[in-house]
């Protein structure tokens, strides 16, 4: 009997993730506004403590920062992409 554990992980690279759902899938994130602005740059005005939802293709790109969750779906529909769960 073996009794060490061994565990077995996929490895996708940005480029694999990209191709998922034929490059269709994305998921949404909650964000903080500090991070909103590094993303934005300096012309972002964003209280560093505001709560907004951030829209990602599946390799981890922004597509779009949403007030709510709810608008970060309707973003991805905007965009043609379906949003997935992720935990």
């Known amino acids: 009997m073996n009794t060490q554990d061994t565990k077995k992980t996929l490895s996708l690279s940005e480029s694999d993730l990209a191709k998922l759902g034929g490059g ?13 602005r590094k993303m934005l740059g300096g012309q972002a005005t964003i209280p560093a403590n505001a709560r907004l939802f951030c829209l990602f293709h599946a390799d981890g790109t922004p ?4 007030p709510s969750r709810e608008a970060a779906v309707g973003s991805a529909f905007e965009h043609e992409l379906m ?4 935990h």
């Open 83 to 86: 949003p997935m769960s992720v």
């Open 24 to 36: 269709a899938l994305a998921y949404i994130r909650e964000i903080k506004g500090k991070d909103a």
């Open 63 to 66: 597509v779009s920062i949403s």
